[in-house]
């Protein structure tokens, strides 16, 4: 009794077809988590799909419940270990991809294939918790499409697959104008609703407030996307590219860090000189650092700037931020400092790197001029051995002294971190300046792309009669960096990002005409705030638009959209069917002798008006009233194509209609 009513609970039971596309939908769903769910998990649910998939293929039975109790359980024990908690984005999601793996190996009958498809539509939506590129939002839409096909599947059994789908797309197709109106009118949120848990943010890359050696190089290696920037008019030179940002001032002997800052809304320099306006469109990064030209003549909106020139975001960049910005290549800011600045900017650890200590004081003894031990610094760099490289040796204790005497290989960071130490030790104020260096323009759609592996460190030098001037020693190891980038700078052979690559023509036409797809979506997709969505609005004739207009503005949209969308189905409707036709005929050749059909009437009251009315009618009425209601009503059969075609028995039935109502036509003219 008990194994009859669990399956009376469980309903219909599913058809091998049905089996298949449930596979296929968990499949599609769970394929775009494995590129940021933990291996453990994407091997677990790759392995139960394949043993779902062998089980369908051999028809064997599905495991018992017993053994998925236990699945459950070692799963729930593994994402607890791997997460320490079972609250926040990353543990929720990787339970409900475990929940959908394991729910099919128990699904028999259509109440538990219906729970696993509406699992698969909320899974859907977690993609977007983690990236909303243009390439997942393709691979969610596909999976939709399968997913409501195989939902229509189980509510209409026995329809080909190829119905479902071609309903399915006319299902998303119906959507999208209210898909549209939803997206330009919905009250915007400024930042994601998914932004809201703190592991939200995790995974982002960027520049560290920190620079050890090696840690720029380390981020030199990856080709994701830094920023990309649209220039009013010609672009600048690649060498007057530097992208400012944190500025280290405090050295423990081996890591540098930023020191004691203050911050402004109104520049503490005077902005003067030739300009050069672009805007930024910056990915983000969790931290709140906007990067500018050296140096930027103007504040953006919710901006501030620091006493070292960097400008900084009131909160954390955790959204594409897109900000306007002019800045004045060359321009050094004004002669006055304040004493603590300059102190900080000597201060050296006691007890390392003697070496070099003992270098910088000979050069200040020899030349006295600090413009002297600076060029006495650059041109060593130039005379000695030094290579310019992306896998350097480690360092130690005296890391300075081994780079400059001993190893002589180093990224931008060794170089500026020497250059900065040197100069402290010479009595100089110096410190070390992070950022990017270059990026590319893509010939596509314009837009200048700086990227991680664009990441540079340069140094700044206090002169008294000029203030803080820009020293970069990496022009002077490998200028080739500098006028071209990275991968003209670094030794044939060494790791470079496979996307920075310069010898492969055709792969950087792709990448060209890909990221500008991507970058149209980020502008006017993911990059429709609310400042757009206000300017939009505003062109369209909405001259204060807030929540209430807004809101006004979809209902009514909505609603007009709603009664075509209803019009098209019914006209579509009318005008596909061949039997309502027909039917129709019937009553404009009846309205000759005053028996026109009512709307309300149905074809069988219809049809005995008509008999009491003029009983010779009849037989014939009777006829085709009942061929007209098998042909309309009989949901049993698949009369469509048969009734376009008239090959199957449908199609026969509906040319007998058609001439018992050309015959009933002779009889009513008698």
């Known amino acids: 009794m008990a194994k009859k009513a669990r399956k009376k609970d469980e309903g219909a039971p599913l058809t091998r077809s049905h089996e298949l596309w449930l596979i296929a939908c968990a499949a599609l769903t769970l394929a775009p988590h494995a590129v940021h769910a933990p291996l453990w998990l994407s091997l677990a649910t790759g392995g139960m799909l394949a043993w779902r998939g062998l089980i369908w293929w051999r028809r064997r039975q599905l495991p018992p419940r017993w053994l998925l109790a236990l699945l459950v359980l070692a799963g729930s024990v593994a994402v607890l270990a791997t997460y320490r908690h079972f609250f926040g984005k990353d543990p929720g999601v990787a339970l409900l991809i475990l929940f959908l793996a394991l729910k099919l190996m128990e699904s028999r009958g259509v109440r538990d294939a219906l729970a696993a498809l509406f699992l698969c539509y909320f899974l859907l939506l977690t993609h977007f918790l983690y990236t909303q590129s243009i390439e997942v939002a393709g691979v969610t839409i596909a999976a939709l499409v399968v997913i409501t096909a195989t939902l229509a599947g189980l509510a209409h059994a026995g329809r080909p697959a190829s119905a479902n789908l071609r309903l399915s797309s006319l299902m998303l197709v119906q959507a999208l104008p209210f898909m549209l109106v939803l997206f330009l009118l919905f009250p915007r949120v400024q930042g994601p609703l998914w932004g809201l848990p703190m592991d939200a943010y995790s995974g982002l890359t960027g520049l560290s407030d920190t620079m050890s050696p090696g840690s720029i190089s380390e981020l030199s290696l990856s080709g994701a996307i830094a920023f990309r920037v649209k220039f009013e008019g010609k672009p600048p030179p690649h060498n007057m590219l530097y992208w400012r940002g944190p500025v280290l001032r405090h050295f423990d002997g081996r890591n540098w860090r930023p020191g004691r800052q203050t911050v402004s809304t109104e520049l503490p320099y005077a902005a003067k000189g030739p300009d050069i306006a672009y805007a930024v469109t910056l990915e983000p990064h969790n931290k709140a650092w906007l990067f500018a030209l050296e140096m930027p003549a103007l504040l953006p909106p919710d901006a501030v700037i620091s006493s070292d020139y960097q400008l900084l975001s009131r909160t954390l960049v955790r959204a594409r931020l897109r900000y306007e910005l ?70 130690g204790k005296n890391g300075i002294d081994e780079f400059l005497f001993e190893t002589r290989r180093g990224f931008c960071e060794h170089y500026a971190a020497a250059f900065v130490f040197m100069m402290r030790a010479a009595g100089i104020p110096a410190r070390v300046v992070t950022g990017y260096q270059g990026g590319e323009q893509n010939p596509v759609d314009g837009y200048f792309i700086v990227r991680q592996s664009d990441a540079h460190a340069w140094a700044e030098v206090w002169l008294a009669n000029k203030g803080w001037v820009r020293i970069d020693p990496t022009a002077a190891i490998a200028p080739s960096r500098i006028e071209a980038g990275l991968a003209a700078a670094v030794p044939e052979g060494e790791p470079v990002p496979f996307l920075v690559r310069s010898d492969l023509s055709w792969l950087r036409e792709l990448r060209f005409r890909w990221e500008a797809m991507n970058n149209s979506w980020n502008q006017w997709v993911l990059g429709y705030n609310p400042q757009r969505q206000r300017e939009l609005l505003s062109r369209l004739g909405m001259r204060e638009p807030d929540w209430q207009s807004m809101t006004a503005a979809l209902a009514v949209l909505s609603g007009l959209l709603m009664l075509a969308l209803t019009a098209w189905a019914l006209r579509r409707r009318i005008r596909l069917d061949p039997a309502l036709r027909a039917w129709n005929r019937l009553s404009c050749k009846m309205a000759g002798i005053g028996l026109a059909r009512y709307a309300w009437e149905g074809p069988a009251d219809y049809a005995r008006r008509v008999a009491e009315a003029r009983p010779e009618l009849a037989m014939e009425m009777e006829r085709v009233a009942a061929l007209y209601i098998s042909l309309r009503y009989d949901r049993r059969k698949s009369r469509r194509d048969g009734l376009m075609d008239g090959k199957n028995e449908d199609g026969k039935l509906l040319q007998e209609m058609n001439q018992m109502i050309a015959g009933l036509k002779i009889h009513a003219a008698r």
């Open 326 to 395: 002019r800045s004045h290549p060359g321009l050094v800011p004004g002669t006055e400092e304040s004493t603590e600045t300059l102190k900080a900017s000597l201060q050296l650890p006691a007890g390392i790197n003697p070496r070099a200590r003992a270098l910088a004081a000979e050069w200040r003894r020899q030349l006295g001029d600090d413009e002297a031990v600076i060029r006495q610094m650059l041109g060593h760099f130039r005379r000695e051995f030094f290579v310019y490289t992306l896998t350097p040796p480690p360092l």
